[in-house]
Structure formats: structure tokens, C-alpha cells
């Protein structure tokens, strides 16, 4: 994995504790969650519309689609739009203590910023599909979707550290890191 890839991972793990290490110090104000929400939306919300973009560009030179026509690019900006009013629904949303309503910003990001590489490394041979600019469209809808949504999701954002209250949490962390080490 190159530096860029790696510092957009690091970028991710600082966001997961940056909340933590507030709630910890007692250290959360609104200004806080205001700054937090306009980092998440560059990382996780411009930088995947970029990745995506730069997807689109080879997929399209791949199929001998013109590049240069911007209609066939412009989807690529919906990820960061979702991301941004995702995160303003977030943030004027209360219920969502606990548990989300669709698709953390992050996650959604993460999951368009895994894509290189998986191209890169042709993991189960997706190249083929990568490459095929109507694959990406479908990918930005559905992401561009799920971030938008109303469905219901658990969150990692512990209550205390008994295992009895946190069970599911500890449970997905648990299948999360053996996910990253196999």
C-alpha cells in the first residue's frame, strides 16, 4: 500500500479516536463537532468523490469512452454531496447517540478509498469490474444511497466498557480486525 492509501487509513483510525479521546477528557463542545463533521467531509467525503472520479476517468480511457465529455465525471460529486448532508443530518440529529441512520460518512468513505486497491492488488480478479464505468455509477448510487438512508445501524461509540452492555460492538470489532488480519 502506498503513503497516500496508508495516511488515508491513519486519517480514518484518528477520526475513530478523536470522539473517544474528547468523551475521555471530557473535552466535547460544539465547536468541536462542527470541526470534526468539516474534516470528515474532506476526508471522507471530497477525497473519495476524487478517488471516484479518477476511477471513472480510467474506466471510461479503458472502454474507449470519452473522458473529456464531463457528463460521464460529473457523478463522481455525489459522493461528497451525500457525505455533507449526511454529516448536517448527523449533526442535527440527537436519536443518533448510539446507533446511526444509514451509513457513517466514514465507513462510506472507506469503503470508495479500498477500491485502488483492490484494483491495484486485482483481489478475486474485480479488475473487470472496476474498469467498467457502469459498475462505478452503480457503486456511487448505492454508497451515495446508504449514506442518505434512514436505516437503522449500530455505532462503535461505547456507552462504558462492560462487555454486558457492549456486546454487539465488541462482537463486530472482534469480526473487524479478524477481517483485516486473514
Known amino acids: 500500500m502506498d503513503d497516500r492509501r496508508c495516511l488515508y487509513f491513519l486519517a480514518a483510525v484518528v477520526d475513530f479516536l478523536d470522539g473517544f479521546v474528547a468523551r475521555l477528557f471530557n473535552a466535547t463542545s460544539e465547536m468541536g463537532a462542527q470541526l470534526d463533521s468539516l474534516a470528515d467531509a474532506v476526508t471522507f467525503g471530497v477525497a473519495p468523490g476524487m478517488?471516484?472520479?479518477r476511477l471513472l476517468q480510467l474506466a471510461?480511457?479503458?472502454n474507449s469512452m470519452p473522458v473529456e465529455n464531463i457528463w460521464y465525471l460529473l457523478p463522481a460529486i455525489l459522493l461528497p454531496c451525500c457525505a455533507v448532508w449526511r454529516?448536517?443530518?448527523?449533526n442535527l440529529d440527537k436519536e443518533q447517540i448510539f446507533y446511526f441512520k444509514g451509513v457513517p460518512t466514514p465507513a462510506a468513505g472507506l469503503a470508495i478509498a479500498s477500491l485502488p486497491f483492490v484494483l491495484n492488488n486485482n483481489t478475486g480478479n474485480v479488475e473487470q469490474w472496476l474498469?467498467?464505468?457502469y459498475v462505478l455509477y452503480g457503486i456511487i448510487a448505492v454508497v451515495s444511497f446508504l449514506m442518505v438512508s434512514n436505516i437503522p445501524l449500530i455505532s462503535l461509540k461505547f456507552k462504558n466498557f462492560s462487555v454486558k452492555s457492549n456486546t454487539d460492538k465488541f462482537i463486530l470489532l472482534l469480526i473487524a480486525i479478524l477481517s483485516i488480519i486473514f
Open 60 to 62: 471510461l480511457t479503458k
Open 131 to 133: 474498469h467498467n464505468p
Open 87 to 90: 454529516l448536517a443530518k448527523f
Open 51 to 53: 478517488i471516484m472520479y
